[in-house]
């Protein structure tokens, strides 16, 4: 039987103050869009500077999922982002290396504004990693912070009605 790649994540709110407090570079601009949002397949494009990338995903079974990422021209993704996609979203991506881990920490724009994520990637459900000062709430089960929810919705979940 063949191994799928996967990828196992775990996501949280970020503490505004705290971030802020840390000093952070303010990170590099990314736009993604969605062609599909099936919750058992999602196709994403994403541009982030001169290099974009296509991703497919497979549905969520605990923090884990199929994962299939490649590499495409930077006009290609522009073009599908602008004509293709179901919806999109911006944010500023900051990447910070805490203990052994690398965390993402993605400031969001636009109608999500005010909305502050951080993802880490775990080679094992339970392998254990250093919690960084600016770390809030888990949020990895609740799919209304998945990015694709969030392209869909445009709304920071709490403030949802």
Do not use: C
Not at 63 to 78: H, K, N, S, V
Not at 97 to 117: E, K, N, P, R, Y
Not at 132 to 139: K, N, R
């Amino acid at each position: 039987m063949t191994t799928l790649p996967t990828e196992i994540e775990r996501k949280f709110l970020v503490n505004h103050a705290a971030w802020a407090a840390a000093g952070q570079p303010e990170g590099q601009l990314l736009s993604q869009g969605y062609l599909s949002q099936d919750p058992e397949r999602t196709v994403r494009i994403r541009l982030q500077g001169d290099e974009a990338w296509i991703t497919v995903k497979g549905q969520v079974q605990g923090l884990t999922r199929a994962e299939f990422e490649y590499a495409i021209p930077p006009g290609d993704a522009a073009q599908m982002l602008e004509t293709l996609t179901l919806s999109a979203l911006s944010k500023r991506r900051t990447r910070v290396f805490v203990g052994a881990h690398v965390w993402d920490v993605d400031v969001f724009l636009g109608s999500l504004t005010g909305l502050i994520l951080a993802e880490v990637e775990l080679s094992s459900e339970d392998e254990p990693f250093v919690r960084p000062e600016w770390l809030g709430q888990e949020v990895s089960h609740d799919p209304r912070y998945f990015n694709s929810a969030l392209a869909r919705s445009g709304v920071i979940p709490d403030k949802a009605t």
